[in-house]
């Protein structure tokens, strides 16, 4: 009988390949059990059993008693090669607004060509199970140039559903119809950046973890090379949800068995996709760039790089075990590039277009989703969807603080840019680059004066007659002194990007400065 030929088994410090013949040289007596753990299956992540060898040369096997009968060896045969489709690259999802008492959930919609939808384009993402609740967005909601995390509520499900309105068909190309989400068995995330790892993902000894499970996790004080430590436990309508952070310490084989148990190997030699030459400029799941060919280097423990649409690749070799150079043919504008073992572990897109040189490397950027930027200090109306991002040219760190209290904490990435949602009169946003707080703006509910005021003043310095001028120095001055008039501000920007305006609107600009000034030094008096 053929054997199966996806079989693993741990040694020292990650899980390598192993053969029949091999391994009834380890172990030349007997039948070796599927119970004792020591070959696990890499296509299904289940332990086999080694036979005997008494009638025909010793094979792995799937035991009749195995949880799952899904493996495609048991469907396709020794033979199984893994492939897969553009289709099967799962959009990110991560858990964010972790705290004692509760988490919520995020899908990120990966940057696709969306600028000549019509303004009636609607994306539904419709959780499994659940028939009278949907999450609907427009695509004002969506970037045109980055990906866009939208949320999806603190309810786990299993996968999600994909589909929109006036929309056309190539957007499936980006974005899959179906996203697998939470698996109750057990899901791990990243800790630093809340981000769930697929199945069959690395994890790494140090490095923190989120486990996200329906049952409780028993003996977790029993393993010294695991810290496991309970966040919180959640009531989901009829559900009870456990959430933990879980970190090895050690390459163990307890440890590796741990996270096989959620479907994800212990490795020293994570899988890793990245963009070497030439130029490019690089997002979350987007390289841009402007050649007919990029090279980019895979490393870790992975087995083939597939391109969508098909495209040449070339591989070179040099001394190294754990990386590989490929150079990728980019025959079309966009280009799906992924790597992995059973399933697409690491992908990214190429979009072939001009690169623009920015001048803004170091600038902090805080916006609202519409791209107005938003100024430090008091912030009296709230964004549109409740929602800012934010681009820094360092990694930095985001605080929200409440009634003197930290309610949420989270590291933002250099150049990515992130969005912080769920914002609410009574917060403060602070963002740090080190030790540095680079920005910081209240949320309050404007007065209603402050409001008729500035609706007035904007109608006067809008339909202001005259002659146009160039931009004075001071207007940037008025500009910082009219934080509370949100509106005013942004025409204002409007007016320095095209560097004129009408002179009556820069004197009744001035006016009432002044008169702002001076009711700022009355109220000190």
């Known amino acids: 009988m053929a054997s199966l030929t996806h079989v693993h088994i741990w040694d020292d410090k990650d899980w390598r390949l192993i053969t029949a013949k091999e391994a009834a040289l380890l172990h030349p007596g007997g039948t070796v059990s599927a119970r004792s753990g020591l070959f696990m299956c890499a296509l299904c992540h289940q332990y086999v059993t080694l036979t005997d060898g008494q009638i025909m040369d010793r094979y792995f096997k799937h035991s009749a008693y195995e949880k799952s009968k899904d493996c495609p060896e048991r469907t396709f045969g020794s ?120 199945y069959d993902s690395d994890v790494e000894i140090n490095k923190e973890y989120y486990l ?35 970190t090895c310490t050690a390459y163990e084989e307890v440890s590796a068995k741990f996270f096989l148990n959620f479907h994800c190997r212990l490795t020293d030699h994570p899988v890793s996709l990245q963009p070497v030459w030439p130029v490019f400029v690089e997002d979350s799941l987007v ?38 150079l490929y150079e990728i043919r980019c025959s079309s504008r966009q280009q799906l590039i992924s790597t992995g073992r059973t399933q697409a572990l690491q992908y990214t897109f190429f979009w072939k277009e001009q ?24 912030i009296n109306e709230l964004p549109l969807e409740k929602t800012i991002r934010i681009k820094l040219p360092f990694d930095g760190e985001i605080i929200v603080v409440q009634n003197n209290r930290e309610v949420d904490k989270r590291k933002v990435d250099a150049v990515r840019a992130v969005e912080l949602s769920n914002l609410k009169y009574g917060l403060t946003v602070q963002i740090y680059i080190g030790l540095d707080c680079v920005w910081q703006a209240i949320f ?41 008039y949100p509106h005013i501000i942004s025409w204002i920007k409007g007016c320095i990007m095209e560097g004129q305006i009408r002179e ?22």
């Open 287 to 324: 390289v841009k760039h402007n050649q007919d060919s990029m090279y980019i280097l895979v490393s870790g423990n992975a087995t083939s790089v597939h391109t969508f649409p098909t495209a040449a690749v070339r591989s070179f070799t040099f001394n190294s075990s754990q990386s590989k």
């Open 504 to 525: 009556q609107a820069f004197r009744r600009l001035q006016e009432m400065y002044r008169s702002i000034n001076i009711n700022r030094q009355g109220d000190k008096l």
């Open 444 to 484: 309050k509910k404007k007065q209603e004066s402050n409001r008729n005021d500035e609706e007035i003043l904007l109608k006067q310095i809008v339909h202001a007659s005259g002659v146009y001028i160039p931009i004075p120095h001071s207007l940037r001055n008025i500009m910082n002194g009219m934080r509370q």
């Open 79 to 198: 033979s199984y090669s893994v492939n897969y489709k553009s289709g099967d690259h799962n959009l990110p999802i991560r858990i964010t607004s972790v705290s004692s008492s509760s988490f919520r959930f995020e899908i990120g919609m990966i940057r696709a060509p969306i600028s000549s939808l019509s303004k009636e384009f609607k994306l539904r993402i419709q959780p499994k199970g659940v028939n009278n609740k949907a999450f609907v967005f427009s695509k004002e909601r969506l970037n045109f140039d980055s990906i866009t995390y939208l949320s999806i509520g603190e309810q786990p499900y299993e996968n999600y559903t994909i589909s929109f309105l006036n929309g056309f068909d190539k957007l499936f190309d980006f974005w899959p119809k179906v996203v697998k989400g939470i698996d109750s068995d057990g899901t791990l995330f990243e800790k630093s950046t809340g981000k769930m790892l697929n």
């Open 355 to 378: 690169l623009v040189k920015e001048n803004s490397l170091n600038e902090v950027i805080i916006t609202d989703l519409t791209g107005v930027d938003l100024p430090c200090g008091e």
């Open 212 to 246: 996200l499970m329906r049952n409780s996790l028993n003996n977790i004080k029993s393993k010294s090379c695991m810290r496991i430590q309970k966040i919180t436990q959640k009531k989901i309508n009829k559900d009870v949800w456990n959430l933990y952070s879980v």
